[in-house]
């Protein structure tokens, strides 16, 4: 099968497709015959400063997410040619993942799905919209009525959460660096959007978020917190102001009263959450988003654009094409 490899820390350009044997089926595991992958920005960093860890198991094909069919359903609850999609739970990292034509994979992680969606917009839920659903849903418990302010509007899990926050009868705020985006933001179901210039708690808002999913991160995470009512809810999912921590958190004195802080991590998707995931975009009539699609054989010019984040949206590798060339 084709297969993109890393075998250390490396450059966007020194991605390549080489050849690998075709995984051997094994208990508890299942062969999925991949479609299509979506790209996320935890794969460029792992390319880019984690590959020579111990805790990445290389040489390893990346990719934490896929779509695609069952192609043998060794001992588990599948049936060959199941409809399917993966993801995280160690995929890409300790065993190989979706950067290639057939993954080998916990059953565990594989879920499958009643969809009508083509591969490559089904491509685009796994990681992002169970991201953003997962955040709204566990974390904040947002209800009909509530008011939630998007901070990182703009990036693929924030876009996601607009759509399925309003969807699940929500009030939308979308915070963003340029106005230019606004448009945008309001058609995906933001009610207004404001310009986020790292201090939105002194901003005049319209309306006060009772609710926060904050996706710039520690960076601007005091504010969000003082940005909400009280009583608040505030998730912290994501990282895309490049600082990972706050450093001498002090969880008394920086955590306003009344105000209760949470941080969602993916990394163990269950049923139940991926079923109510993909009811709500059934019922909604949600189309996934998605801004670019490269061949698997495009892999180099695909993480250049992902390591710069000049994609404006998610970024998908059709797999399928290289099924196809065979």
């Given at each position: 099968m084709k297969a993109v490899v890393i075998n250390h820390c490396c450059k966007a350009e020194d991605l390549k497709v080489s050849e690998l044997p075709l995984p051997k089926v094994k208990p508890g595991w299942v062969l999925v015959k991949i479609h299509a992958a979506g790209l996320n920005h935890s794969e460029a960093l792992m390319r880019q400063f984690e590959a020579d860890s111990d805790y990445i198991n290389t040489p390893v094909v990346p990719g934490i997410e896929c779509v695609g069919e069952i192609?043998?359903?060794?001992?588990?609850?599948?049936?060959?040619?199941?409809?399917v999609i993966a993801l995280m739970g160690g995929m890409g990292?300790?065993?190989?993942?979706?950067?290639?034509?057939?993954?080998?994979?916990?059953?565990?992680?594989?879920?499958?799905?009643?969809?009508?969606?083509?591969?490559?917009?089904?491509?685009a839920v796994p990681e992002t919209y169970y991201t953003a659903y997962g955040s709204l849903q566990e974390c904040l418990l947002l209800q009909p009525g509530d008011t939630l302010l998007v901070r990182?509007?703009?990036?693929?899990?924030?876009?996601?959460?607009?759509?399925?926050?309003?969807?699940?009868?929500?009030?939308?705020?979308?915070?963003?660096?340029?106005?230019?985006?606004?448009?945008?933001?309001?058609?995906?179901?933001?009610?207004?959007?404001?310009?986020?210039?790292?201090?939105?708690?002194?901003?005049?808002?319209?309306?006060?978020?009772?609710?926060?999913?904050?996706?710039?991160?520690?960076?601007?995470?005091?504010?969000?917190?003082?940005?909400?009512?009280?009583?608040?809810?505030?998730?912290?999912?994501g990282i895309l102001g490049n600082q990972f921590t706050l450093p001498d958190f002090d969880p008394i004195k920086q955590i306003p009263n009344g105000v209760?802080?949470?941080?969602?991590?993916?990394?163990?998707?269950?049923?139940?959450?991926?079923?109510?995931l993909f009811g709500l975009i059934a019922r909604a009539h949600i189309r996934p988003l998605y801004s670019k699609v490269f061949a698997?054989?495009?892999?180099?010019?695909?993480?250049?654009?992902?390591?710069?984040?000049?994609?404006?949206?998610?970024?998908?590798?059709n797999i399928s094409n290289a099924h196809e060339q065979k």
């Open positions: 192609a043998d359903a060794s001992d588990s609850r599948f049936s060959n040619g199941d409809r990292r300790s065993f190989n993942g979706s950067y290639a034509e057939y993954a080998l994979l916990p059953e565990k992680i594989v879920f499958g799905v009643d969809t009508d969606l083509d591969w490559i917009s089904l491509a990182g509007a703009t990036s693929t899990v924030g876009k996601a959460a607009i759509q399925l926050a309003k969807a699940m009868g929500a009030t939308v705020i979308g915070a963003c660096r340029r106005e230019q985006s606004f448009g945008e933001l309001r058609a995906l179901g933001a009610d207004c959007c404001v310009t986020d210039d790292a201090h939105i708690s002194s901003a005049a808002l319209p309306v006060k978020p009772n609710k926060a999913l904050e996706l710039v991160g520690p960076k601007t995470l005091a504010d969000t917190m003082r940005t909400v009512s009280r009583p608040g809810y505030v998730c912290n999912t209760f802080l949470s941080g969602f991590f993916s990394n163990y998707p269950t049923r139940q959450v991926i079923n109510e698997l054989d495009e892999i180099a010019e695909a993480h250049t654009l992902l390591e710069r984040g000049g994609a404006g949206g998610k970024i998908i590798l």
